[in-house]
């Protein structure tokens, strides 16, 4: 009887643990879609302060763009800040190609 009485607390307990591993993994990803977004938002204010035409900055729009990674914004705004005269998708193309 103990035995089984054991063996239901270890399967409840694998149950929780793969439930909070479960969503913990959320965290992280929705963490990451939230720095994405405020590194292509970085990003695409950078283009805009240096004057890039509004038509080609709508173009990244970055609530649909949060699915790269961070450290692909983060490499667009340093091709950028290298490059005083290059256009965020031309940018963004370098970036692409390495990603």
Known sequence: MK????LSGLIGLTGLLT???SHTSGLGTLSEQLWSQSFCEQAVSL????GEAP???KLADCRLLNYYQPSYWQCVMAVL?????LKLNTARERCLAGY
Do not use: L, M
């Open 19 to 21: 439930a909070n591993t």
């Open 55 to 57: 038509e080609q900055v």
């Open 47 to 50: 283009a805009q302060q240096r």
């Open 3 to 6: 035995v089984k009485t054991v």
């Open 81 to 85: 800040q290298a490059d005083a005269g």
